[in-house]
Each structure stands twice: as structure tokens, then as C-alpha cells.
């Protein structure tokens, strides 16, 4: 059984800085694309980050480019999200989650690419 755990979330000033883990786990479990996605308090949940597994056409929302970078260690199955510069509107719950086929570029910043998500950690940034 696939699972994704979590951690790292918390709260921050804006301005700061938060770096989120995701690890997944489960035997001969190798994901192709992993990702990361948000959802703020009545809000849809929306794409902030997804990567494949070479690491080529990285996927970045327009709302986090220059300030959130996501990375992956194959070895570890585990993807990571750096978070910088951050903001009062960046609050939500982030949810990993990860792909276990080959999807295309165009399909891994969306939700249907996936097929198993982590729990979700809560990012708050005061303002």
C-alpha cells in the first residue's frame, strides 16, 4: 500500500520561509510525476508545483514562480517544496501527491494525473 507523508508546515511571518517534505512509500513503489496543490478556506483545491521524474518540464502556478521551488530525491521518493518570500494569500493546506504511470507534460499540474495524495499540512503566513 502507497503512502504519502507529510511534514514541515507551520506558521511563518510573511516574508519567510517554509521547506515541505513529502515521502512516499510502499514496495517496488517508484512514482512518475509527484506534486504538490493547495486549498485556502473556500477555495478550490489549485496546483502549485509538479516535477517527473527526470526533473524536466517542471510545472510552476504563476502565483508562486520565482519563490516556491520543487525538488524530488528518486532515491528517497520524496519531493520537496521550498517556499520563499511568502505570503498572507499562500495560506492553505498543501497536499503532495504522486503519479504512478508516465502522464505528459501538460497533464501533471493537473489533479486527475494523480492517484494517491498525502494528508495535507497547514501553511499559515501572517501578515
Known amino acids: 500500500q502507497v503512502q504519502l507523508v507529510e511534514s514541515g508546515g507551520g506558521l511563518v511571518q510573511a516574508g519567510g520561509s517554509l521547506r515541505l517534505s513529502c515521502a512516499a512509500s510502499g514496495r517496488t513503489f517508484s512514482p512518475y510525476a509527484m506534486g504538490w496543490f493547495r486549498q485556502a478556506p473556500g477555495k478550490e483545491r489549485e496546483i502549485v508545483a509538479a516535477?517527473?521524474?527526470?526533473?524536466?518540464?517542471?510545472y510552476y502556478a504563476d502565483s508562486v514562480k520565482g519563490r516556491f521551488t520543487i525538488s524530488r530525491d528518486n532515491a528517497k521518493n520524496t519531493v520537496y517544496l521550498e517556499m520563499n518570500s511568502l505570503k498572507a494569500e499562500d495560506t492553505a493546506v498543501y497536499y503532495c501527491?504522486?503519479?504512478?504511470?508516465?502522464?505528459?507534460?501538460?497533464?501533471?499540474?493537473?489533479?486527475?494525473?494523480?492517484?494517491?495524495w498525502g494528508q495535507g499540512t497547514q501553511v499559515t503566513v501572517s501578515s
Open positions: 516535477v517527473p521524474r527526470s526533473a524536466a518540464n517542471t
Open positions: 501527491a504522486a503519479s504512478r504511470i508516465y502522464q505528459p507534460p501538460i497533464l501533471i499540474r493537473t489533479q486527475s494525473a494523480y492517484d494517491y
